[in-house]
């Protein structure tokens, strides 16, 4: 079976990709292989969503902060999908992805900016984020990819996040 190559995109990618990455490439379809990167990549990862990804025991590639500069190099894996966690209500700014990988946003709020002085109300905010992404995954992987053109699988993806406003 076909593994897609998914690349999840984010502001700093140091919890919202990493963590969609990490779920994806562990996802029990076995259908994909996760990647992330960032439109301005931090210094390290979350701690929160290092947290997560061990209690997942993820077993795959090294997960770091990078640049999606990294992925749109000449030599770089062809991407199948690209799906962008910024949030825009944030004023995040969501990478436009060239090429022609099928592209979705799924909107996200970055849990880093929870304002509150409570590590349990922090760390919820992750956990929350954490089962948002597991569930959009969850329906990607219920998608027969090989059933539809690439018009009918972007409708897909998009109704992902319409569906779940």
Request: glycine share 4%; net charge negative.
């Amino acid at each position: 079976m076909k593994k897609y190559k998914v690349l999840f995109l984010c502001h700093h990618n140091s919890a919202r990709s990493i963590m969609a990455q990490a779920l994806a490439s562990m996802h029990l379809s076995n259908k994909f292989e996760g990647f992330s990167a960032g439109l301005t990549p931090g210094n390290s990862l979350n701690p929160f969503a290092v947290e997560l990804i061990n209690e997942l025991n993820y077993q795959g590639e090294e997960l770091k902060s990078k640049s999606m500069d990294v992925y749109s190099a000449p030599d770089a894996p062809k991407m199948d999908f690209v799906i962008s966690l910024s949030d825009k209500v944030g004023g995040e700014d969501a990478p436009v992805w060239p090429g022609s990988p099928v592209t979705a946003h799924w909107d996200f709020p970055d849990p880093a900016l929870t304002q509150c002085n409570s590590n349990m109300k922090i760390k919820a905010a992750y956990v929350s984020l954490f089962n948002g992404l597991q569930n959009r995954i969850d329906i990607l992987a219920a998608i027969s990819f090989d059933r539809l053109d690439k018009i009918r699988l972007q409708d897909e993806l998009n109704a992902i996040h319409q569906n779940l406003l």
